[in-house]
């Protein structure tokens, strides 16, 4: 929609549109407009390279009204690259080279008058001056001038990209002598699937097999390349090129053939392989933003003081104790486990922390020792029920990286480095949206392949995701660190230390509108930040919502409605369900605006996190060789990929729920069922300690399996041969791991003129 992009084109950030402009935008959510600001970007970048590709053959001095009408025409930017193909300068060619010796004239009559005999036609054009020794040379020069001009026909090429896109296979093959060393490839050793079918997982798996040298990737069309080619017979087609018994047809097909196999499949595979690259980057980055939103949106313990323990064995588990502000009181270090082994003293240290600080929660880091840390914690509270202690695992991903980091150096000054990532577990508890900001969202570990994927591409989108979630929820502006404000709608890195040093100085902020006496904080940040900003038990009970400043007003009128002041308002449903919004819509605030603005009022401030629980990890179960086929387990998805989701049933190695285990109905979506920090009971259908894999189900009246083998699937599968569904049930060598637009999305983008509606 225009309103949108004049909006995004004059700063305005997608969590205000989105929230503050719904008139303008006819509603459009944070998503649909994150989509028309992705399709806004690749058409400017499109219009871009149109304009540098015009100036490039208008200098040359070839371009011609239907060469620029073509040019103009081209609405992706693989039909631009085609068209402009033959005009792109290149490094000097066989078939330049072959022009310059005068050989056009030969390619053309023999491609013009098949009749004429080759050899006898060569022989005119030798020249030995020219480099053209003999009759055979300038054939050979006449042959590359046909293959550079079958290859470079836009048309053509587009015709033959999109038949072997929608024909054509991905084939893998171990390389002699690799089997051992790529094990963790194994699913691809002999593997073949259809492009279009290939999920971004397997993409990526394959990629990075071949990037270390384990595979070998074939891209294939729908035939083997021995014999006649469909596609050999589309560029004679193409060309008037056909066996009729002539002097010229064999050479003429020759070339045909020599065009495609050395020049039009070559060209072909590159772009597929791009395509294939680039679909699956956008799917493993939509799977990777999707888990990373459900993590910042994961259920909050609150305001409750919390002990949090990084576990180590050698180097002892680190302790730290946060206040229910999230303010470090106490740290320590015990040494309860091998090679030390003073539990009881351990023990002893923690009850005395709890007690002198009211601690109610204890969060447990989830890696090295972390079973033989929760039963050091499980052993606390059987000793002292007094203290009403609650245990939780917590992914510690990314703690280290952000004990190491400059802001972990200047919110905990004098604090060891190995302190600091208790610290940071403790307080992801609390808040694991205020404290995960702090850490670069790749260091958190929800990817898919992170590491394979382009840098821009995961940064930008992890950026917006973590922009939307934080908005969403709203941020308390007298506690908030500067990381956690710097993701506030308008605010940038330098205007969130200048909040908080304003804070520092002044004390806490009373009302929104002191947020204008903020060092180079103008009237537009104020008009994007304002609403996002919390004050809680400030002058005004409405700076406490999310009710907008400039939106005021509407709230008076409200008030003067219901005969009586703000705070008598805010909260009271009866009062507020009387209202009637059509009655104070006016030119500036229409009836979206106003109805966000009565509920709101109803719930002010209303967190839109689930509420928080614990999951209990069975006693005796600690390693992966406790795990055996039949159990039933509590466990918490920690991970949802493409083809399944990653649950930690506590053995320091998640098992994986394969998404044809999910459910009895067939799932498109895992996350249809399941998103990270659910809670979970699963079954153990298989364990495969040597490659450290652990198959669960969902589906808790699934049979396991009795061998070592992998355990057996329904025809979820859609009657894929096996040699096509390999790999579809665990990753291989991936790290711990939006949708297409819907009918409404797709309107909108039409509407605003950046959706083709035969692209759809």
Request: aromatic share 4%.
């Amino acid at each position: 929609m225009k309103a949108a992009v004049e909006l995004l084109d004059g700063g305005a950030t997608v969590p205000f549109i989105a929230r503050y402009r719904k008139e303008a935008t006819e509603t459009l959510d944070d998503a649909q407009l994150r989509t028309i600001e992705e399709r806004l970007r690749y058409l400017r970048e499109l219009e871009d390279r149109r304009t540098a590709i015009l100036e490039s053959v208008r200098e040359q001095g070839k371009l011609d009204e239907a060469l620029e009408a073509q040019i103009r025409a081209a609405d992706t930017k693989a039909r631009l690259e085609d068209v402009y193909l033959p005009f792109k300068p290149k490094r000097r060619t066989k078939a330049q080279i072959a022009r310059e010796a005068g050989l056009e004239p030969l390619a053309e009559g023999l491609l013009g008058d098949p009749t004429v005999e080759p050899l006898a036609a060569a022989a005119a054009f030798v020249d030995a001056d020219k480099g053209v020794a003999d009759p055979a040379a300038a054939l050979e020069g006449a042959r590359a001038i046909l293959t550079e001009r079958f290859s470079e026909d836009a048309d053509l090429i587009g015709e033959l990209r999109e038949r072997m896109w929608t024909r054509g296979r991905l084939a893998a093959k171990v390389r002699e002598g690799k089997e051992e060393a790529g094990a963790k490839f194994a699913d691809y050793f002999d593997f073949t699937e259809g492009f279009t079918e290939l999920p971004s997982h397997r993409v990526l798996a394959m990629l990075r097999g071949e990037k270390e040298e384990v595979l070998d990737l074939v891209l294939e069309p729908e035939e083997p390349a021995e014999g006649p080619s469909t596609y050999e017979g589309l560029i004679a087609r193409r060309f008037g090129v056909a066996d009729r018994g002539r002097s010229g047809d064999k050479w003429l097909g020759d070339t045909v053939r020599w065009a495609w196999r050395t020049r039009i499949l070559v060209h072909l595979g590159i772009d597929l392989r791009t395509r294939l690259r680039t679909a699956a980057e956008d799917e493993a980055v939509r799977v990777f933003a999707a888990n990373l939103r459900d993590l910042l949106l994961a259920a909050p313990a609150g305001t409750r003081a919390t002990l949090g323990l990084d576990p180590g064995f050698r180097t002892g588990v680190k302790v730290a104790v946060v206040d229910a502000t999230g303010k470090v009181v106490a740290t320590d270090v015990i040494y309860p486990h091998v090679p030390q082994n003073k539990w009881d003293e351990s023990l002893a240290k923690l009850a005395r922390l709890a007690k002198e600080h009211e601690v109610e929660l204890v969060a447990i880091g989830n890696g090295t020792a972390s079973r033989e840390t929760d039963k050091l914690a499980v052993e606390l509270i059987g000793k002292h029920p007094e203290l009403k202690l609650t245990k939780v695992m917590v992914s510690e991903a990314g703690a280290s990286v952000y004990s190491a980091s400059a802001f972990a150096s200047q919110e905990l000054p004098g604090l060891d480095v190995s302190l600091r990532g208790a610290v940071s577990i403790a307080r992801r508890l609390q808040d694991p949206l205020a404290e995960l900001v702090k850490i670069d969202p790749k260091s958190i570990g929800v990817g898919q392949y992170q590491h394979d994927l382009s840098e821009v591409k995961l940064s930008r989108s992890l950026d917006a995701v973590v922009e939307d979630c934080v908005n969403g929820v709203g941020v308390d502006v007298n506690t908030a660190s500067a990381p956690l404000l710097s993701r506030v709608s308008g605010i940038s890195g330098g205007l969130a230390e200048n909040i908080v040093a304003h804070r520092d100085a002044n004390g806490p902020f009373r009302s929104r509108k002191e947020l204008k006496n903020v060092t180079r904080l103008g009237p537009k940040a104020y008009e994007q930040c304002a609403g996002f900003l919390r004050i809680r038990g400030g002058d005004d009970p409405l700076d406490g919502s999310s009710v907008h400043p400039e939106a005021y007003p509407v709230v008076r009128r409200m008030v003067k409605t219901a005969g009586s002041d703000v705070a008598a308002l805010i909260g009271n449903t009866s009062v507020l369900r009387s209202l009637r919004a059509d009655d104070f819509v006016d030119e500036t605030f229409g009836l979206p605006t106003v109805t966000d603005i009565l509920k709101e009022l109803e719930k002010p401030g209303r967190d839109p996190r689930p509420a928080f629980r614990t999951a209990a990890f069975k006693e005796g179960v600690e390693k992966i060789g406790d795990l055996e086929p039949g159990m039933v387990l509590e466990g918490v998805v920690t991970n949802v990929a493409a083809f399944g989701a990653f649950v930690d049933v506590g053995v320091h190695q998640d098992g994986l729920v394969h998404v044809s285990a999910m459910s009895r109905n067939f799932v498109k979506d895992p996350r249809e069922v399941v998103k990270p920090g659910d809670i979970v009971k699963v079954k153990v259908l298989d364990v495969d300690i040597p490659r450290k894999r652990i198959s669960l189900t969902l589906r808790l009246d699934d049979e396991a399996s009795t061998q070592g083998g992998a355990p057996k699937r329904e025809r979820g599968e859609r009657g894929r041969p096996p040699q096509q569904r390999r790999g579809r049930d665990q990753r291989a060598g991936g790290d711990r791991q939006a949708p297409p637009a819907n009918g409404a999305m797709a309107d909108a983008l039409r509407r605003a003129g950046l959706l083709d509606p035969k692209k759809r």
